[in-house]
């Protein structure tokens, strides 16, 4: 079993919906959660990182954890065409910090 | 406002040749870490280093693969003898303090023929 799961999609949906990513992991140990944004031949960008269960805000983005399930979300809001990409959680805790597990990642399209 | 900077962006070996990539970390950061990116696969983690010092190398290969951080200058992560199945994006990653909040460089794609 991996550490980290994560449905790999494709997704598409139209512009303008509400896109929800999501993880599951294994390790009780984390506690430090991420979501990275990937384009294509890019490297990935840090979209949102929380510590611990609840739920973060930015912009168009929420991040949820709940770590009594082992469940982690990304939430966009008014989805652009921009925003198609793949969509990676990472976790990291325990006794290495600096080392985050990735799930496979998402692809998402964003479609006008 | 740069980034953290990796070079080359391409590389292309052949079998047996050694492959070094260099990694220069954000500004005031002092944390590096290496990815590498399969076909078809995740990230993985392999090295996690501050200067002069490795931390945590659980991820590294354990042949073939080094990696550094000197006092002075870049991050360095060596590959001897190259084999095919050292095909991958090698991704860097530098934060400020040892931890999980991390910021990506973009990517050396390393290609052996």
């Known amino acids: 079993q991996k550490e980290v799961e994560q449905d790999p999609g494709p997704l598409s949906v139209p512009e303008g919906a509400i896109v929800s990513l999501n993880c599951t992991y294994s390790?009780?140990?984390?506690?430090?959660f991420m979501w990275y944004r990937q384009y294509s031949r890019k490297g990935p960008e840090l979209l949102m990182y929380t510590y611990s269960s609840g739920n973060k805000e930015d912009g168009r983005f929420t991040a949820q954890v709940d770590k009594s399930s082992k469940y982690i979300s990304l939430f966009i809001r008014d989805s652009q065409p921009s925003d198609s990409a793949t969509y990676l959680c990472a976790n990291a805790g325990g006794t290495s910090y600096g080392k985050l597990t990735f799930g496979q990642g998402t692809i998402l399209t964003v479609h006008p | 406002n740069a980034g953290v900077m990796q070079n080359p962006r391409h590389l292309v070996r052949r079998r047996g040749q050694e492959a070094r990539l260099r990694c220069s970390p954000m500004k005031g950061h002092s944390h590096v870490y290496w990815y590498r990116q399969l076909p078809e696969e995740g990230l993985k983690f392999m090295v996690y280093?501050?200067?002069?010092?490795?931390?945590?190398e659980s991820g590294m290969p354990k042949e073939r693969f080094s990696a550094e951080f000197p006092k002075e200058g870049p991050s360095i992560l060596r590959i001897q003898q190259v084999v095919r199945g050292d095909s991958a994006a090698y991704f860097c990653?530098?934060?400020?303090?040892?931890?999980?909040?991390?910021?990506f460089g973009p990517g050396t794609r390393l290609t052996v023929l």
């Open positions: 990653a530098s934060s400020p303090a040892g931890g999980a909040e991390q910021f």
């Open positions: 280093l501050q200067k002069e010092n490795i931390i945590d």
């Open positions: 390790n009780s140990a984390f506690q430090y």
